[in-house]
């Protein structure tokens, strides 16, 4: 399981913030829409310009009041640089063991990449505390309640790539716990007042789900 920070703040608002091409210098202002428009998980991938250095300040910033890590991590050393600025969040493309293994003696919450439910089951023997379900647009909701099915019941399934504030509720429904949101919710360069207004689009779309 999450840690008990990353289970409350799933609960809250379980949005995924992915600030793909985002620099340290922009960071604080889209971050803080973010956060007051209800996101708790900020992820910055490390294919971004300096992003140890801008997930070093939001974690300063931000820190107690949500869960800042990165995204597109592939390496231990990856892991141990996260470990040192203090992140809290490893979210992975993929599922190597290594590197799983490695962000979880770091203390950090791990969501790997997963497609298939080999990659799954691999993943979370390896000790991964949930699954991201990499690309989702390509797995589908239906793709995803079949895994669902053999997966522990209690498992977080964040589905990633391609998740929309239109077809939200229909990974919902399908089991998902989180929601990676990327492109449709930040593209490198957009201003923070862009960020928010796409922001409020999914949150209003997450709490428009019934029940």
Avoid at 1 to 15: F, G, I, T
Avoid at 104 to 114: T, Y
Avoid at 120 to 149: C, D, H, T, W, Y
Wanted: with cysteine; proline share 7%; hydrophobic share 45%.
């Amino acid at each position: 399981m999450p840690s008990q920070d990353c289970m409350r703040y799933l609960e809250e608002m379980p949005l995924i913030a992915i600030l793909r091409g985002i620099r340290p210098d922009e960071a604080d202002a889209i971050v803080s829409e973010l956060i007051d428009a209800g996101f708790r998980l900020i992820e910055v991938p490390l294919n971004s310009p300096q992003p140890f250095d801008t997930i070093a300040r939001l974690v300063e910033r931000f820190g107690d009041r949500a869960l800042i890590g990165a995204g597109t991590v592939t390496t231990t050393g990856d892991v141990a640089e996260l470990k040192r600025i203090g992140a809290r969040l490893q979210v992975m493309p993929h599922a190597d063991a290594e590197v799983i293994r490695a962000g979880v003696e770091a203390g950090m919450d791990v969501f790997p990449g997963v497609m298939t439910p080999t990659e799954a089951f691999s993943a979370l023997k390896a000790g991964a505390q949930a699954l991201k379900i990499f690309p989702a647009n390509l797995v589908g909701p239906e793709g995803i309640k079949a895994m669902r099915s053999v997966l522990p019941p209690d498992l977080v399934i964040a589905p990633t790539g391609g998740v929309s504030a239109d077809n939200l509720a229909d990974f919902a429904k399908a089991g998902a716990r989180g929601f990676g949101l990327g492109s449709g919710l930040y593209k490198a360069g957009q201003d923070a007042a862009t960020v928010r207004r796409a922001a409020d689009a999914y949150v209003a779309a997450w709490r428009g789900i019934p029940g």
